[in-house]
């Protein structure tokens, strides 16, 4: 019984697989969680429901009990764990993250069931997209690029203040300026917001435009200062990937240094 | 008394907390400037001014109410700084740069009061925004930014110059070739200067756009030059940011080796 | 008889000429390559192809003969290579890339003849352009800036991972919001997908554009999380190239140092 | 009468100035420069040529009078360089390139004076922005950036390739799929190549947007590697700037150590 358990265990748990990567079972649930997103994106597109109602309904239970029996075998191979050992130890597994990321992404198919508000069900249809957060078990790979954004957070966070300041000044110079003549489209700071985050981002709809004179002078440095706006992050991104790319390879590639200042700096 | 005022002055001077960081009463400051701003922001917009047109003029009361206690408590604290000593001393202090700002941060209030053209009135609300500087006050963050550009401040003016040129040219090319056509975007050089940012910068609004066969042409070549236009500040900026950061990082990891050449560049 | 096909073989293949370069045959072939490309391109326009048609069918036909010549000038020449030797040498040339893809280049001409259909022989006029593709024996350049990208394979497959999640959860959310105002274009998911790329890669063409408080609002920041989709590659592309210079520096400037660890770096 | 032509040169000619800099003379030649380009760009429009018709000709007029006196004080000034003395060095220097270029900023006034035709006209006014060109004798400058954009040349040829197959491909799918259903802007891939411009240099104008499904799958992908034709010479030019930086730190930091390798180096 309990040969069986530690097998179940080492296929499912990610940590348990030697040698990194992924086994075999998680591989055919990964698959499995990335061709159910793949529906629940089809079936929103109701020239697609029309036609293939039926196989839309049937992937949907089929996906659910998929999901239900990773569920219950998650739940049982945790004994292996020392921490959720035991009715009780379940009990905990029932309320840690990731079982209930497991039992979100099997509710959505009961809900949808029930709503014929039209605006509750695209809503619940949503909730069959955050079954991709599943994937988050099995990915170690985050890390490294959030490890960057975080080592430069005091910076992006200084760019983002400055952008926020742009924008609030741009959207508010427009607003005295074009209230005027588009009362629509500038007739309070917030709707100014829409053409100021717009051109700020070089998006440029162009859905709502300045008419006046002094009003495209003024745009016309805003869509100057929006190449600021790329280019700082631009650049503090860079120099992150730069010098994570460095400190990796310093780390990796000259091992032989075991001094004290090598060990505090790769700390 | 003195024990008190000086109280009040470790509690209201940045530069007197230690450790860095704000005091409490500071960040209470701070946090009614981000609320006040909101809310000056949120009344330009009818509908809200409409519904909610009592909470506005009673938060408003509120808000002059906090700063100028806050002016007076900063005046009476003042005399803790031996240059703002005595009489004399607090009307130097009412000519300082901060005292000047804090004292803007409450007349708008009179002034919107006794607007009754709509113009007035919209700029005098925009008054209101710039109480937002009043953050500058606990804001040392800005400098390492500011630093990084300084230090590049040449190569940016060139590519500025660059850019200046791009658009004189693109705008003046166009002007020669579409002006018959669309004598209304493109009847001059100024007005050709307005497609020629959109264009540039890659925002794009296409409310102006050429139509004739060799416009066409030359606004593509536009185009692709406005990715250099994007390109080059963001590469510069890319460089400075790394720079600082690895100087940042020699001064705080190698400290061991006080050479004068060390000395000289960290300066 | 073999001297000529010496002489031959040393003209035409790229590898048997000394010191780089190519030899003045190819360069003539490279040149004709890029006319009949560019003749292709033209050859499209209806405006063109009325006024020069009996200079397209003339240039087109001395393009296939051209083509026809170099063809059965490689195949002999091939003999000099020992894989080539002899007629079953000769049958396996026949079935190498490089003389598919000549082969390739010579049918379009018999494939437009007889097509009447107005898709299929737009489709053959693009086949021409494959032609390009025969440039692709010539060079080594590409290289270079594809081992800098592979280098950094994990990182942008991660950027690309995390914009494929922007993409899908703005599309849902502006699906949720604006699917009952705009039902042709924000009706589904994969509808609303066409506003999203548009808006996450800054190109913002307007055609499509969120129009309820709470569509914009989720829009505005959708534009915003698109500068660090647009900030992120080029962060890492930036970091991929200075690494890619620093090494060849390394590797060319300081060739005194043979120890291992250098040697391993290089390799 | 050689101390006057001394005096004189010591004041024209920029290279002749100790310290760097300019000299007092043209740095107002230069500011005159600005100015003259100035009225060029306003005077093109219509409604301030109506208002200050009389100004601008007069402004006209002083700036040839000035343009023509510095061409004379050069021509004179000349004879101080081994180069031009005495009258065949003076026709010598006449067919020098500066000269050359001030004689080209004198011309447009006479020419725009005999101008009926309106094209023409245009285009004589436009050629007194060329006057700007007359600043490129002072400037030193761009050579830091020319020659940082030079150090990459190879890299930067490769991902302008890169760019123009992207174009190439991108216009001609669009052409097979779109040509039926909007013949004006996508029957030929010469007319569709608009489209591609605009979106992959991000900017979008929106004037022209598939409209098939199939087309906007396609368009899709093509907005997409727009990010990677922005980022990729941004990523080039941001190792570039980066480098260039380094090398010169390098150069002024240690001079002590000239030893074969760094002088190489530095060459």
Same mark, same amino acid.
């Given at each position: 019984?309990?040969?069986?358990?530690?097998?179940?265990?080492r296929?499912?748990?990610?940590?348990?697989k030697?040698?990194?990567?992924?086994?075999r079972?998680n591989?055919?649930?990964?698959?499995?969680?990335?061709v159910?997103a793949?529906f629940?994106?089809?079936e929103?597109?109701?020239?697609?429901?029309?036609?293939?109602?039926?196989?839309?309904?049937v992937?949907?239970?089929?996906?659910?009990?998929?999901?239900?029996?990773?569920y219950?075998?998650?739940?049982?191979?945790?004994?292996?764990?020392?921490?959720?050992?035991?009715?009780i130890g379940?009990i905990?597994?029932?309320?840690?993250?990731?079982?209930?990321?497991?039992l979100?992404?099997i509710?959505?198919?009961? $809900?949808?069931a029930?709503?014929?508000? %039209?605006? @509750?069900?695209? &809503? *619940?249809?949503?909730?069959? !997209?955050?079954? #991709?957060?599943?994937l988050?078990?099995?990915?170690?790979a985050w890390?490294?690029?959030?490890?960057?954004?975080a080592n430069?957070?005091?910076? $992006?966070?200084?760019s983002?203040?400055? %952008?926020? @300041?742009l924008? &609030? *000044?741009?959207s508010?110079? !427009?607003?005295? #300026?074009?209230?005027?003549?588009?009362?629509?489209?500038?007739?309070?700071?917030?709707?100014?917001?829409?053409w100021?985050i717009?051109?700020?981002?070089?998006?440029?709809?162009?859905?709502?435009?300045?008419?006046?004179?002094?009003?495209?002078?003024?745009?016309?440095?805003?869509?100057?200062?929006?190449i600021?706006?790329?280019?700082m992050p631009?650049g503090?991104?860079?120099?992150?990937?730069?010098?994570?790319?460095?400190?990796?390879k310093?780390q990796?590639?000259?091992?032989?240094q075991p001094?004290?200042?090598t060990?505090?700096?790769?700390?």
């Amino acid at each position: 019984m309990n040969r069986w358990r530690a097998t179940l265990y080492r296929h499912l748990e990610p940590r348990a697989k030697e040698g990194g990567g992924l086994s075999r079972v998680n591989r055919l649930i990964a698959s499995v969680i990335v061709v159910a997103a793949l529906f629940a994106i089809l079936e929103t597109e109701e020239a697609l429901r029309v036609q293939g109602g039926t196989l839309f309904i049937v992937a949907e239970v089929i996906f659910v009990v998929i999901f239900s029996i990773e569920y219950l075998a998650r739940l049982y191979a945790a004994g292996e764990d020392v921490r959720y050992r035991g009715v009780i130890g379940r009990i905990r597994y029932l309320f840690s993250f990731w079982a209930i990321i497991d039992l979100l992404a099997i509710l959505p198919f009961f $809900l949808t069931a029930g709503a014929h508000n %039209a605006f @509750l069900l695209r &809503l *619940f249809r949503l909730l069959r !997209l955050l079954r #991709l957060s599943k994937l988050g078990r099995f990915s170690k790979a985050w890390d490294l690029v959030a490890e960057s954004i975080a080592n430069r957070k005091y910076e $992006l966070a200084l760019s983002m203040g400055l %952008a926020a @300041l742009l924008l &609030l *000044f741009s959207s508010s110079f !427009l607003y005295v #300026l074009e209230a005027e003549h588009q009362p629509e489209a500038f007739g309070s700071i917030p709707r100014a917001l829409w053409w100021s985050i717009a051109t700020l981002t070089t998006v440029g709809y162009g859905d709502v435009v300045p008419i006046t004179v002094l009003g495209k002078i003024f745009a016309g440095f805003t869509a100057l200062a929006g190449i600021g706006m790329i280019a700082m992050p631009t650049g503090i991104l860079a120099a992150a990937f730069s010098d994570a790319m460095r400190k990796h390879k310093t780390q990796s590639a000259s091992p032989k240094q075991p001094d004290p200042t090598t060990a505090n700096r790769s700390g």
